[in-house]
T-cell receptor, first 114, second 113 residues
């Protein structure tokens, strides 16, 4: 069974640009969650999508947005990039959502903002 | 306000000895706890979990202990192996409802041969 796939793995952007990251969950998983990992800050929850609906949202500004498609694939977008947005963005999927069992993580997309 | 705290950023242990990683939480509504391991350039992988109805869960070399009154859990690795060198994240959530997993900042374990 293929794992969670995230693309691109690495990208470099400049301040003010926008970026879109993609996540393909494990087949059959309907929930996709996004986390931001920065040095010394652990994993900060961004949002969770379940059956194309945003079910939970963390404390991030509106520049961070996401969506989920009917095939459960998800994208997250960050607009007007800031230097502080440099981080590893992790996508995680689960069969029924954050409230049950464990999350299965992808390898992440490492974003560098210059 | 950090609800899940891992106060030791790093830990070094000799191969064959016990590794003990600690985690404290502040939200008394948390009743399900997980440990994840993360190698560089990889995503976190699930290691072991424990429900609040238990105080211990064991899986091979890994044991998690939960002290609800102290709002404290610990992960024991016995014996420690060089391949255990990684960053370990403690995570917690409420088992009811669809609340997200809350993670600590992680502890970097180095197992020295």
């Amino acid at each position: 069974k293929a794992g969670v796939t995230q693309t691109p793995r690495y990208l470099i952007k400049t301040r003010g640009q926008q970026v879109t990251l993609s996540c393909s969950p494990i087949s059959g998983h309907r929930s996709v969650s996004w986390y931001q990992q920065t040095p010394g800050q652990g994993l900060q929850f961004l949002f969770e999508y379940f059956s194309e609906t945003q079910r939970n949202k963390g404390n991030f500004p509106g520049r961070f947005s996401g969506r989920q498609f009917s095939n459960s694939r998800s994208e997250m977008n960050v607009s007007t990039l800031e230097l502080g947005d440099s981080a590893l963005y992790l996508c995680a999927s689960s069969p029924d959502g954050q409230g049950t069992g464990e999350l299965f993580f992808g390898e992440g997309s490492r974003l560098t903002v210059l | 306000d950090q609800q899940v705290k891992q106060n030791s950023p790093s830990l070094s242990v000799q191969e064959g000895r016990i590794s003990i990683l600690n985690c404290d939480y502040t939200n008394s509504m948390f009743d399900y706890f997980l440990w994840y391991k993360k190698y560089p350039a990889e995503g976190p992988t699930f290691l072991i979990s424990i429900s609040s109805i238990k105080d211990k869960n064991e899986d091979g070399r890994f044991t998690v202990f939960l002290n609800k009154s102290a709002k404290h859990l610990s992960l024991h690795i016995v014996p420690s192996q060089p391949g255990d060198s990684a960053v370990y994240f403690c995570a917690a959530r409420r088992a009811s409802g669809n609340t997200p997993l809350v993670f600590g900042k992680g502890t970097r374990l180095s197992v020295i041969a």
